[in-house]
Structures are given as C-alpha cells and as structure tokens.
C-alpha cells in the first residue's frame, strides 16, 4: 500500500510542481524557517473579490492592535498604581478606597496578562502558518493541506482579535477602576483637608495653652510678690504675737486673781446650800451679808409636815448645792475634785531647789481593814416612774427596762393602778424612802387625791462677759411643759415657776440683741424638789486696734466701720483710737473695714462669726514702698544724693525692659518681652529678629508717681512710689521709648539693631516720620528724657551718667545694636561702643536726639505733658551757655530737667553742657560722638525746628494702648506694620 502510494506521489509530484509554480505566487520560492529571526513578513492567502492570491504580511502589522491594547493596559495600570499612591501619600489610612483601588489594579493587571497570552497564541498561530508553508514547499500534495492551514491561522488571528476587543473590554473595567481610585483619591484628599483643619484647631488650642501659660507665669510672679508681702506680715505678726503673749501674761495673772475669789465665792456657796427652814419657806445664802435671806417661796404641801419628815424626807427636798448643780450641768467627779477645778491656773514651775537630807525611813504600817461596800450610786433615772403590776414591799429593789432589770433608788416613784378608787380605777404613787440590809423601805406617796408637792424652779441670768449684766434686762425665758407654756422676764432678780410632780419640762432662753441665750434644758419635775438654774448668755467681745507696719505713721485717727450680718447693719462707725469694743453675740457674722492713710496701702476688711469669749482685731496698714531721693545743691560733687538705690524704684526698673512692639490698631500696639540678659532672645529663650522683621525694638517704662518736697534752703526731695499715696504726687504714664536711635525708611521712623541712625532730618521732620507710623507714635518727648534722668539719680545717687555708664566709643554714624547682649543690664564705664542705662541704647553719646513736646522762646520753656495739657516751665532757663549748675526741678513740683544755672564742669554738679541760643528754638539732648559734656541732662537749644544736620537724629517713642502678648508665638503671628 505505501509503496504503491510512494510511487504515485513520485509520478505526480513533478506535474503538481509544476502546477503549483505557474498558479502560485512565489510558491516554489518560499524557504522554510524554524525561527522568526530576521524574519519581517510572513506569507498569507488573501481574496480580493474573485481574485485569490498570497501576499507578503509584515509581523508587527499581526500583533499591531494587540501591542497597542496592552500599551492602553499598561498605561491605565500605571495611572491605578499613581493613583494609588497619591491615595497613601494623602491618607494613609484610607484602607477602603485602597482596596477598591487594588482591586482596580489587580482586574487591570488580569486584562494585561490575558492580552499577552493572547498575544503568544497568535505568534504561535504564525508559526503554525509557516509550518503549512514549509510543508506546501516541500511536499506538492500537501499545498493545499498548507493553503486551509493558512486559513486556520487567520481564524486564530480573528479569535485574537475577539480576545483583544475582550480585553478592550477589561481595559474599560480598569478604566471604571482608574475612576473610582481618583474618586478614592479626592475622598482622601478630603480627609487629608478635614485633619489640616484639626491640625490648624490643635495650634489655636496650643496658642490658648500657651496664653495660659503666660498668664499663670504673671500669676506666679504676682505670687512671689504676695509672698514677700506675705512674709513682711508674718514679721509683723509675729510681733503682734510677742505683745499679745505680754498681755496674756498679764491677763492669766489677773485671771489667777479673779479665780481666788471666784473659788471662796465657790466655797462659800457649797458650804451654805440653799435650804427650806422650819417655817417652810425657801433660804438662800447671801454673799455679801454672808447670812440666809428669807425668800417669799412657800413650799409647804397641803399634805406634808415639814416637822413630821423623816431625814431621808427632808434631804429629799433639800434644795441643790452648788456641786450638786455642777453635777447636773455636767461635772463628773468628787466634790473634792469640783472644788479642785475651781482653782486657777497654776503658775509656772519655779526653779528646783536644793535637795535636802533625805530623812529616816519609818516603819511599815499595819494595812488597814477594807471597808463595807457603799450603796449604788444614782445611774441617771432618778425620776422614772415605772409600772408595777402589784404593790412594792421590801423585796422590791429592781424593775425592768426595755428587757433588762434597773435598780430602784431611794426617793425613786412607782406606780399601781388601783381598781378600787374611784368608778374607773386610779394610779396609787409608792415611794422607795429608805434601803437597808438589802431591804426596801416603800410608803405611799399618794394618789389622785392626794396633791404631792411639786417643783420648785428658780432660775438666775448671767452673762459670759464681765460688767454686762445690765445688758440682759428684758431678757425672756420660756419654761414649756404639758399643761402649756409660762414667759419670765429677767430684771436683775431670780425668775421662779412651780411645775407639778413628774412632769417632763423645758426652759428655753431668747437671744437679745448682743447675748446669745444659752441651749435649752429638759427636767422631769420632782417631788417637793427645788432646782437652782444659772443661765448663761454668750457673747463675743471683740477689741480692734491699727497699727502701721514702720510703726511711723499714726493709725489711731483712721475710721473703721464695723457692720453686722448680711444686711449690713451698722454697729460702730468712727476713729479706731486706741481701740474699738464691742460685743457680738454668739454666731453673729461681722465685718470691719478700714479707710485709706497715706503713704501706706488700705487693709482688706476681715470677716468673722462670733464664738469665743473675746476676738482681738489688728489692722495693720502697710508702708507703700517708695524711693525718698534728698538733693542737696549746697554740695558740687554729683554724688549729693541721699536715699538712692532702695525702695520703689528698685521694683520699677525691674519692670523697665527691652520689648519688641508691633502696631495693632491706631493708638494701640502689642509687645513682646526680650530676655533680661540678652536682646537677640525672647523671654522664653528662642531667638528674636531686632533688624525689623518682627517689629520695632524698645523699652517700656512702667508708670510711677513722684511728690517734690522743699527740705530747706539748700536741700529738696523727691519721693517715687507705684501709687498716688495721698493725692498730691505727679503722674508719669507708662510708654514706649526707642531701644535705639531712630532711622528712615520711606519718610517713616523705625527702632532697628544693626542700621546707622538717619542723621540730617529735621526736628519738624523726624516729628512727621513718627507720625506717619500711626497714632500714639512720636519722638521722644521732654518728659520722657527728664524721667530718664530721675530714674538714674534713683538708682544710683550720683548726676554724673558718663562716670557711671561710661562715655562709650562709638561717633555719629555708628551701627545700632552694640548692646544688644547686654539686654537690660547697663554698661558700667563703658569706653567702646554705645553707653546703655535700664535697656537705652546710647543714652547718651553717639548723635544728638531731638526732643519733641517742648518749644523755647528766648529761654522759657513751654511743655506739653503726657495728658496733652500744655504749661510753662517751674523756671526760666538760663541765658547763656555753660556746664549745668542747677536744673528746674529744684523748685519742683514738676522733675524738670531745664538748666536755670551755669556753674558746674565736666566733673561737678550736672557734669553735662547746656547751649544757649536766644529765638525760637528746640532742644537736644545726648551729644554726638563720646564726650563728657553729654550726660542725661545734657540739653542743646540753640536751633529751630526746621535746622537739620548730619550729626542730628532722633529717637522713637510711643504713648498709647500697650498690651503684651499672649505669647511669643502669638506676638510672631502678628503682621508687621
């Protein structure tokens, strides 16, 4: 079969050979491969109409479409995977719309590896056309086998093509995936937005805090102050202490004395009770006749005989002594002991004396017999009346409480009820008389026909204050029993009620208008019993005193006004003297205040609630601090100043420091502190610009008054305090005053380190540069310049500023900011760079500064002050050039610093020049360059407001709303303006 069919391929193949070259394009010459290398086109059967013919394909036109979906695929994972980034990136949280956008990537990621598998498929299906191809050249047979083959191909291809429009499809879906990442992308973004919000409410939350912060150091630092304060009252105190001990002494020894009488008085009274005599009338013992008085109480009973009694009988209705009455109001102990606590004090122990021979020791003694048992003492019920079920007889002796037998007491009551009196029947009273061998000695004591003698109650008033008795006239006491309710007013002698047999009763004081009425008692009346009461009323007396804490001023003139409750009821209004007394009864709530003395701080008024027997009230009025300065012009050396360096002005220059001040509003800026010891810090230690980038560089001067006083012909005196102290001292404003010399920019003023002062401006000018700042901006004005010099001599007694700080080294044009590590502290015989005093810079020295505020006119001075009022100078100046002699403030009341003499040098007096030049004119003060002609007092005056002049400037300064910043962060916050 193979044989003959290999024979007829061998007869056939040349003639289908041939067949195939002349209807084959190319047929016979087609090669086969078995590799795609160097191989661009690839043989293909194509119909056009009825014509069918091969053509020649290029490779990358098969695989075309494919390439470019998978580029689409490619790009559309990589814009997922993008946005997933930006979507961690934003939020990194985000884990949902990750998610969605993973999933995105993954389907995305799917599509590509699809497309390349179908991209494999089809370069396998070109192989398999060439393969047919090859077969069709090598084996006639076969060609059309390898033509249909070809075919297949093609259809592979268009199943390619399906694939790849399938993939079209999940490149849509990627697409959809693309979307919905950037929707996931702005949720984010969003989120992100919403935590900048958080972010932004979390620093506006730490600003707070750090206001806060501020506050509670201001708070801490007022502290400190209090506590220092504080410590100067304990000192006084303490010596309010060792005077009020002197007086207790004093008091206990008066006390001892008062008590020796008290206890006579006390024996004298327990020794002569108060008794019922043979006439049946009540006897009390008189202390200052020391006999009985027959008082007009009757207490014989209708059915008693005060001659028949038995002992037991009479000593029931014996009236109390007066240990008997401390028993009852809470004593507990002997009468020995009563009698022992009624003694004084005992004083103090004296000092141990010499030891004596010890005697001989005696003989033992024989040990004594112990004695027979006492009976039971009274447990408190003296006057309960139990119920018996049948009457007593000598075997009674207990009866039962609440399931527990109590013993019966003599003179103690029972009750029987007694069927056989009357129709209904009555309780019959037994009384236990007598107990004896164990025996009970019970008599009938009556019954409802029979009246028993009830009790006797004779109250006495008395008050806890000595010489107040008089205080309690009108005083009422209720006495409240069953049968209703009696009202006693007291009026000096003893209040007496009768209340029947074994009844409960209570007395009841009232308070008057300055005693409290003591707690109400409760009694169970007895029979034929007299009860003493002593009421005592209570009261508070209070003594108050003023004293001053330098013990120099007199506080016995001022008036103190003492009120009473919440209605604030006037009790004592006038002069505290040498003290105040009143009495406040018990629980009453008080106040006193005090009135103002000058020179020294007004006392807070003290509360109190009146409880003890006597109060001792001080006010004490503390010395405001002050600085008292005595100039005395008979003495050239400049070191002719008492009183420097103490007091008030110590507090004020702590409080004059270098700030850094932007403007907030017209008239109103907001400062921040620098460090005390170097200027290129804030107070809180982080480093500060002062070149202009965080506003302008200056020194706050705290506000303080001063009084000028006429000592006598040579000497006159300034007195310096934080507070007006009696009316008459003058004001100096806080404000701000120019760290620097001032320089120009765009014809506005500035206080900058690091620029040279702007010199040839005129006065008139560098006027209108401050004031183009704003409101409340200007020059440094004459009364600005004239405290710089009194805070000076305050500080350090002596007018010769160049000896002190220093002359420096610095000219005209030199740079500001030499100072600036100094911070506050002053140069000390500085002889290079600027001179600084309390944070100034170039106080003096360096370039003349124009002073505002001032003009001259032929040599008087007329001064505009800080309240805008206008007034001439307390002096003429002097009419001619010299070295300062004397200045205006000699004369006072205003510090002003206007030569009115010559006569000094460069080493006396003032130590500072004055020019003189007749006209119109300005003043400077400074000096340019390094010289000892210009001090703080140094004045020039011999140019008008339009002169101008390279080796003259100015200074900035600021009067207006000063408020300091919460923070140093929120102080950068603020714009520069």
Request: net charge negative; proline share 3%.
């Amino acid at each position: 079969m193979n044989r003959e069919f290999d024979a007829l391929v061998a007869q056939l193949g040349p003639l289908v050979l041939e067949w195939l070259v002349a209807n084959s394009t190319a047929a016979g010459e087609i090669e086969a491969v078995r590799s795609l290398d160097n191989v661009k086109a690839l043989a293909a059967y194509r119909r056009v109409g009825g014509t069918e013919k091969t053509v020649e394909v290029p490779l990358n036109l098969l695989t075309r479409p494919i390439d470019d979906i998978v580029a689409i695929c490619e790009r559309a994972a990589a814009s997922v995977v993008d946005g997933l980034a930006g979507v961690d990136a934003a939020v990194g949280g985000a884990i949902e719309a990750a998610g969605a956008a993973n999933l995105a990537a993954k389907a995305a990621n799917e599509a590509v590896a699809t497309i390349l598998a179908l991209k494999e498929d089809t370069l396998a299906a070109t192989a398999e056309a060439r393969a047919g191809a090859k077969e069709a050249r090598d084996e006639a047979a076969l060609a059309r086998t390898a033509t249909e083959e070809s075919k297949a191909a093609t259809g592979k291809a268009d199943e390619a093509t399906a694939k790849a429009n399938d993939a079209e499809a999940l490149r849509a879906r990627a697409e959809t995936g693309r979307v919905d990442a950037e929707k996931a992308r702005v949720t984010a973004e969003n989120s992100r937005t919403a935590e900048e919000k958080k972010r932004a409410t979390a620093e506006t939350g730490r600003v707070d805090a750090e206001k806060e912060r501020v506050k509670a150091e201001s708070a801490r630092a007022t502290a400190e102050q209090e506590r220092a304060a504080e410590e100067g009252r304990r000192a006084e105190a303490e010596t309010a202490r060792d005077n009020a001990e002197k007086k207790r002494a004093a008091d206990t020894a008066e006390r001892l004395e008062d008590a020796d009488v008290a206890t006579a008085e006390a024996r004298e009274v327990a020794e002569h009770p108060t008794k019922i005599g043979p006439d049946h009338y009540v006897y009390v013992w008189n202390r200052a006749t020391h006999v009985y008085d027959k008082t007009d109480i009757y207490t014989k009973g209708e059915g008693l005989d005060y001659n028949t009694m038995t002992e037991q009988e009479k000593a029931r209705i014996k009236g109390k002594s007066a240990y008997e009455v401390a028993v009852e109001e809470g004593f507990e102990g002997t009468v020995e002991e009563w009698l022992a606590s009624l003694e004084g004090k005992r004083g103090e122990k004296g000092s141990t004396g010499d030891r004596g021979l010890q005697g001989e020791r005696g003989e033992k003694g024989e040990t004594g017999e112990v004695g027979a048992q006492g009976d039971p003492g009274a447990a408190g019920r003296d006057f309960e009346v139990p119920t018996l079920a049948v009457a007593p007889g000598e075997n009674t002796l207990t009866y039962t409480v609440v399931g527990s037998p109590a013993p019966f007491h003599i003179g103690q009551l029972a009750r029987v009820w007694d069927a056989e009196k009357g129709e209904a029947g009555e309780y019959v009273f037994w009384q236990l008389f007598d107990l004896a061998g164990g025996k009970a000695l019970w008599k009938l004591a009556g019954s409802g026909d029979i009246e028993l003698p009830g009790e006797t109650v004779i109250i006495s008033l008395a008050a806890n204050q000595a010489d107040s008795a008089g205080h309690l006239i009108g005083a009422v006491v209720k006495v409240i029993h069953r049968d209703g309710e009696e009202t006693l007013t007291w009026q000096g002698q003893p209040l007496t009620v009768q209340i029947p047999t074994m009844v409960d009763y209570r007395v009841e004081g009232r308070d008057t208008a300055l005693f409290a009425a003591p707690e109400a008692m409760e009694f169970i009346a007895g029979v034929g019993y007299v009860r003493m009461l002593t009421l005592t009323w209570l009261a508070e007396r209070v003594t108050i005193t003023a004293t001053t804490s330098d013990g120099e001023g007199d506080a016995t003139g001022q008036t103190v006004t003492v009120t009473e409750g919440d209605a604030a009821t006037m009790r004592y209004q006038g002069a505290v003297g040498t003290g105040v007394t009143l009495l406040f009864r018990y629980g009453a709530n008080y106040r006193v205040s005090c009135g103002d003395l000058p020179l020294y701080s007004t006392p807070e008024s003290q509360s109190f609630t009146a409880g003890d027997q006597s109060r001792a009230v001080s006010v004490l009025y503390q010395r405001v601090p002050h600085t008292c300065l005595v100039f005395d012009k008979s003495i050239a050396d400049p070191a002719n100043i008492e009183g420097a360096g103490d007091g008030a002005i110590v507090d004020i220059l702590a409080k004059m420091r270098r700030c850094l001040v932007k403007k907030t509003a017209e008239g109103e800026v907001s400062i921040a502190w620098l460090d005390n010891a170097d200027s290129t810090r804030y107070a809180d230690g982080t480093t500060a610009v002062l070149t202009g980038g965080e506003g302008d560089v200056m020194v706050y001067k705290p506000a303080f008054w001063y009084k000028y006083e006429s000592v006598d012909a040579n000497r006159f005196a300034y007195d310096i305090a934080e507070q007006d102290l009696d009316g008459m001292y003058i004001h100096s404003p806080a404000s701000l005053i120019g760290a620097y010399k001032s320089n120009s920019v765009s014809s506005k003023l500035y206080s900058r380190s690091g620029v040279v002062p702007s010199g040839s401006i005129s006065q008139a000018n560098n006027i209108n540069y401050a004031k183009a700042r704003g409101a409340g901006y200007n020059i440094i004005d004459f009364e600005q310049h004239s405290m710089i010099a009194l805070l000076l001599y305050a500080k350090y007694g002596k007018r010769n500023s160049q000896a002190i700080l220093g002359t420096g080294g610095v000219s005209y044009d030199a740079a500001n900011g030499s100072t600036n590590s100094l911070g506050n502290a002053d140069t000390v015989g500085a002889t290079a760079g600027h001179a600084s005093f309390a944070g100034i810079e170039g106080v003096h020295g360096g370039i003349y500064e124009w002073v505002g505020g001032v003009t001259i006119e032929n040599g008087v001075w007329t001064i505009t002050n800080p309240d805008g009022t206008i007034r001439g100078g307390n002096a003429p100046a002097w009419a001619a050039s010299g070295w300062i002699g004397e200045i205006a403030a000699a004369l006072g009341p205003w510090f002003d610093v206007i030569p009115t003499a010559t006569g000094g040098s460069q080493t006396t007096r003032y130590t500072d020049y004055y020019e003189y030049s007749a006209g119109t004119r300005v003043p400077c003060r400074s000096f340019h360059g390094s010289s000892t002609a210009g001090g703080v007092s140094c004045a020039y005056a011999n140019f008008d407001s339009s002169f101008s002049n390279t080796y003259y400037a100015s200074r900035l300064a600021f009067r207006g709303v000063i408020v300091e910043a919460e923070s140093v962060q929120a102080f950068k916050a603020l714009p520069v303006l």
